[in-house]
């Protein structure tokens, strides 16, 4: 026998039946209606929610009915029915019972002094408070989707409180959100494209760098020659073409490719030949090397609509952010896809 459990004399706790849950799981249903599982020693088993119950209130909204979790989110979040922000609710709240208001309001008091102390007077109001109400709740979703928006609220404000003079400035605004940016900080790498452009271009300069140390096959080294032409370096890009081996097929398309990269110039009669040729590419079924051809001389907002008509939505944005010829208000056009509209 490897362990062995005595039957308590408690009626409540008395064992009704046993079992196995698996092999190394017992199974014990007591009196009190509780099933409960063992380890195999019979030393430590579950309990019953009941019976771990605290003493003393915590904070936990989801230990709400959902519809009231729900009323408790909204008064958290907004308030246009007060003139002045409160963290507690009355009984005149119409969906909710009394019962239920009370253990809103009970909630609510235990909510961090320090949070209860700030979120009714958040220099940025209701998009904060979302944020924060999001943080106590635990939603991951509603969390990320305020972070990008508030980040980019604040910029916006930042945008509007300069002069007209200044706004006109496009040097000046820059150097305003830079400053912005190492003040705040950027938004962290998880949001992809949803980042400021300046960091997420040297996010993707530094994820292509390491890929160009990590090749091993000719695949690999022209997807990052082809990268490196969308990111504007065109010198790396050369020398990746200039690799391939005088055996592959594609040599004498590199060849010409790596002379392309290197020649191109910025006079009108040039770009419009490289244009043309592009736009005859990209009819004929070779989007990517008409989007290199445009991204070459500088047509990066016309490399992303023909891309957006292609439905590459996330290519798009990914090149609106990673070109600095397209503005941030352009950017935004651009992530925009129907399915979002």
């Known amino acids: 026998m490897i362990s062995s459990l005595k039957n308590p004399k408690d009626d409540e706790k008395r064992i009704v039946d046993v079992d196995w849950g698996s092999s190394n799981t017992p199974l014990v249903l007591t009196a009190d209606g509780c099933l409960r599982l063992f380890d195999l020693s019979l030393k430590t088993c579950t309990s019953p929610f009941e019976s771990l119950e605290s003493q003393e209130p915590f904070f936990c909204p989801y230990l709400l009915s959902p519809k009231t979790a729900l009323a408790m989110k909204h008064t958290l979040q907004h308030q ?3 003139e002045k922000y409160e963290l507690q609710i009355g009984t005149d709240f119409e969906c909710l019972k009394e019962d239920q208001v009370e253990k809103v309001n009970q909630q609510l008091s235990l909510i961090p002094k320090r949070i209860r102390n700030y979120i009714p007077s958040c220099p940025y109001g209701t998009a904060q408070r979302c944020l924060m109400t999001g943080r106590l709740f635990g939603d991951e979703a509603e969390t990320d989707f305020w972070t990008v ?14 002069t007209t003079e200044e706004k006109d400035n496009e040097d ?7 400053r912005f940016l190492t003040q705040e900080g950027s938004l962290d790498k998880c949001f992809d494209i949803l980042v400021d452009s300046s960091y997420y271009k040297k996010y993707q300069l530094d994820r292509l760098n390491f890929h160009d140390s990590k090749r091993g096959s000719y695949e690999q080294t022209i997807s990052c020659a082809e990268h490196f032409v969308l990111l504007g370096q065109n010198e790396r890009a050369v020398q990746l073409f200039l690799e391939t081996e005088s055996d592959n097929d594609n040599y004498h398309l590199d060849l010409l490719r790596a002379c392309l990269v290197t020649t191109v110039q910025d006079t009108s009669a040039s770009q419009s030949t490289i244009k043309l ?10 989007l990517t090397e008409g989007v290199q051809l445009l991204s070459l001389i500088n047509k990066g907002l016309d490399a992303c609509r023909y891309l957006q008509t292609y439905s590459k939505w996330y290519e798009a944005a990914w090149l609106a952010k990673v070109r600095s010829v397209i503005s941030l208000h352009q950017q935004q056009r651009l992530m925009t896809s129907p399915d979002s509209c």
């Open 80 to 82: 246009p029915w007060n």
């Open 149 to 162: 928006a508030l980040h980019y609220l604040k910029l916006e404000r930042m945008r509007k409180i300069s």
């Open 172 to 178: 000046w605004e820059s150097e305003q959100r830079e």
């Open 277 to 286: 040729v592009a736009t005859s590419l990209i009819a004929n079924g070779k």
